[in-house]
């Protein structure tokens, strides 16, 4: 009995096979984009806002159009920062994520900044 044990043993072992080093992660895709509208309007009349300079992270992205708009991408799933600013009006910002497409509004005070 004890010579089948050692045979059962042996033919575990020989159909083992030894432990193999893991592999290497696949490479992650870069994180998404999702479009974001920025609009911008005047707070006392609502009107459209052309040539509003948008920032994101503090890097200028573009001119409003006709409508006070301008599209974007931004990250999805991370913290960016918009801000906007025009000649009259007194900036403003704001930060946040994003899990698809959206539409920020922003509404500037008419004056200088600092005013």
Do not use: K
């Amino acid at each position: 009995m004890l010579a089948i044990g050692c045979l059962s043993w042996s033919v575990a072992c020989v159909g083992t096979s030894p432990p193999t080093a893991p592999t290497p992660l696949a490479a992650q895709s870069p994180r998404s984009s999702a479009a974001l509208t920025v609009r911008v309007l005047t707070r006392t009349t609502e009107q459209p806002i052309t040539g509003a300079t948008v920032f994101q992270n503090r890097d200028a992205v573009g001119l409003t159009d006709g409508g006070g708009e301008l599209r974007t991408n931004v990250p999805v799933g991370v913290e960016f920062a918009i801000d906007v600013s025009a000649p009259g009006f007194v900036g403003f910002g704001a930060a946040g994520t994003v899990n698809g497409e959206e539409r920020w509004t922003f509404y500037l005070e008419p004056g200088q900044p600092g005013s």
